[in-house]
């Protein structure tokens, strides 16, 4: 599976729009980018994911550049509950038995 | 709807006993995945079941490690002789297939702790 990089964390306004980037240069024709996100003490929970196509969603938008080299997740109106480690991972939908790997991810913190 | 649950939700246990951590999947789903997350860490996938097939046993660190799936629905993690190392969180997630990544649902996890 290709890598990603992310931030090690970022602080946002209550009410404002969080902008999460990650980069994935190495992603493959057949590889999708996904996101997830852990809120402390819980599992991993899915947010989002996309091709090469913008995606929205009820609970955020993925921004995926056109080379596909890098992506944004965007919480257009971040509140104090989406405090929690956000994951961005690429892989293809078949083989490997759709098992996750995260790496360390970013520390949203959002704050009043 | 329910969604997984994992007992017990903290264990701690002393080094070289061993311990059976218990995950009881959404209902109906085929699938189930077991990973572990260290203080710390991102999240490091151990072992996955589908249906009736095989399950793959890829990501087990040692063979103190194993797992089973009864009836296809509950799934036992047991870790003998534990050791310091084995301390983390312990997830399990299913889903309704082993085709899409966005229909794992996680349950909230086991805390192990080895003193």
């Known amino acids: 599976d290709a890598k990603t990089t992310q931030p090690t964390s970022m602080d946002c306004a209550e009410g404002r729009a969080a902008n999460l980037p990650c980069n994935h240069s190495t992603i493959s024709g057949n590889e999708y980018v996904y996101w997830y996100r852990q809120i402390h003490s819980q599992g991993p929970q899915y947010i989002i994911h996309?091709?090469?196509n913008n995606e929205t969603n009820e609970m955020a938008s993925l921004i995926i550049t056109e080379d596909r080299k890098s992506s944004t997740l965007i919480l257009p109106h971040a509140t104090l509950r989406d405090t929690a480690v956000y994951y961005c991972?690429?892989?293809?939908?078949?083989?490997?038995?759709?098992?996750?790997?995260f790496g360390t991810g970013t520390q949203l913190k959002v704050e009043l | 709807g329910a969604g997984v649950s994992q007992s017990p939700s903290n264990k701690v246990t002393e080094k070289g006993k061993d311990v059976e951590l218990r995950c009881d999947p959404i209902s109906g789903h085929t699938a189930l995945y077991w990973y572990r997350q260290s203080l710390g860490q991102g999240l490091e996938f151990l072992i996955y079941?589908?249906?009736?097939?095989?399950?793959?046993k890829s990501g087990l660190p040692s063979d103190r490690f194993s797992a089973e799936r009864t009836g296809g629905s509950v799934s036992t993690l047991t870790i003998q002789r534990t050791q310091q190392e084995d301390s983390a969180v312990y997830l399990c997630?299913?889903?309704?297939?082993?085709?899409?990544?966005?229909?794992?649902?996680f349950g909230p996890g086991t805390r192990l702790t080895v003193t």
């Open positions: 996309g091709l090469k």
């Open positions: 079941f589908q249906g009736n097939s095989a399950p793959d």
């Open positions: 991972i690429v892989r293809a939908l078949t083989g490997g038995g759709n098992k996750l790997t």
């Open positions: 997630a299913s889903s309704s297939t082993s085709g899409n990544l966005n229909e794992q649902y």
